[in-house]
């Protein structure tokens, strides 16, 4: 089985930090995904690569950097978290062609105080 | 502008009983149409698709029913487990973009509790 493994189950961090999540999947998988999970909100793509180097804004870019230099990893930053960016983060990855399935790591709660 | 509509938010559900979900669709260009499942601390999981060219497709006690003219889709959970609780996701896909480019378009969710 796909395995997407997110550095961090918890993270507690001050406003204005630097904030680094990691996220890294095992299967060779092209793409990958970042998401932020609010309640009543569903799932909101932040921003998503489709190979090492590229990436595209999601629906919610604002506040948010990535970064992809090897095909396994997506890394999301927070330049300068805030209180807004409180939240559940999800990494997701699948294969380019003919599979659409999406694999989800089990997530990282970020705490901004 | 939200272009998957779900519904219920939430639901309660006695053991046994069907579970019923909905969602609604406006873009006539999607072709996959795949529910997720989240329980408590983990992410979701694919629970089960269909595409356009079907109407209906089942696994094991889930079943999609599609209504390609209404636009709509929904999960019926048959039997409903008290390990059933969690919530789930419909969302909606098109590949008329290059094939790279795709990206899911989510429903906001429904949190379904079954009583034992």
């Known amino acids: 089985d796909v395995k997407v493994t997110q550095s961090s189950r918890y993270l507690v961090k001050r406003t204005g930090e630097k904030v680094f999540l990691e996220c890294v999947q095992d299967?060779?998988?092209?793409?990958m995904f970042w998401y932020r999970q609010d309640p009543g909100l569903g799932l909101r793509l932040i921003y998503f690569s489709y190979d090492v180097k590229m990436k595209e804004k999601g629906d919610i870019p604002e506040g948010y950097s990535v970064s992809r230099e090897k095909k396994e990893r997506f890394s999301l930053i927070l330049e300068s978290a805030s209180t807004n960016q409180t939240s559940m983060y999800l990494c997701a990855s699948r294969l380019r062609r003919n599979n659409e399935k999406l694999f989800f790591g089990s997530g990282t709660q970020l705490s901004v105080l | 502008q939200q272009q998957v509509k779900q519904s219920p938010q939430s639901l309660i559900v006695q053991k046994g009983g069907i579970s019923i979900i909905n969602c609604a669709y406006e873009?006539?260009?999607?072709?996959?149409f795949p529910w997720y499942q989240q329980f408590p601390g983990k992410g979701p999981a694919l629970l089960i698709a269909?595409?356009?060219d079907v109407s209906e497709k089942k696994e094991g006690r889930f079943t999609i029913s599609f209504n390609k003219s209404a636009k709509q889709f929904s999960l019926h959970i048959m039997d409903s487990q008290p390990g059933d609780s969690a919530t789930y996701f419909c969302?909606?896909?098109?590949?008329?973009?290059?094939?790279?480019?795709?990206?899911?378009?989510w429903g906001l969710g429904t949190s379904l509790a079954v009583n034992p």
């Open positions: 299967m060779d998988h092209e793409n």
């Open positions: 969302a909606a896909e098109t590949r008329f973009r290059a094939g790279n480019n795709r990206k899911l378009i």
């Open positions: 873009n006539t260009a999607f072709d996959y």
């Open positions: 269909i595409r356009p």
